[in-house]
């Protein structure tokens, strides 16, 4: 195990778990960047107006993985999440997130 691992956790097995759990993905890009490739099944809610969006997700009662181009946003965006109690975990970029799904 390396040592980021070790220090943070592996983001892998997180996100597999949260996947198992039935964790919604949401893509914190713009909607221009999102319809220019996403993930399948993912919803499209840009960080700008994510705060705006809290009860509207609370309500879908799942854990979430966020994503976007480089992973920055959307660590931003899952930081937001945490702060109202909503389980969350930053993906990264959505193409390599991708991948681990």
Not at 55 to 74: D, F, H, Q, W, Y
């Amino acid at each position: 195990m390396g040592l980021l691992n070790l220090l943070l956790g592996n983001k892998e097995n997180n996100i597999k778990d949260f996947k198992a759990r039935g964790a919604m993905i949401i893509d914190v890009r713009t909607p221009s960047e999102y319809k220019q490739g996403a993930i399948k099944g993912s919803r499209n809610i840009p960080l700008q107006v994510i705060e705006s969006k809290i009860e509207e997700i609370k309500k879908l009662n799942k854990p979430v993985i966020t994503c976007c181009a480089s992973g920055m946003r959307s660590a931003s965006a899952a930081s937001i999440l945490k702060k109202h109690s909503i389980e969350s975990i930053n993906g990264g970029g959505w193409i390599a997130l991708k991948t681990k799904l």
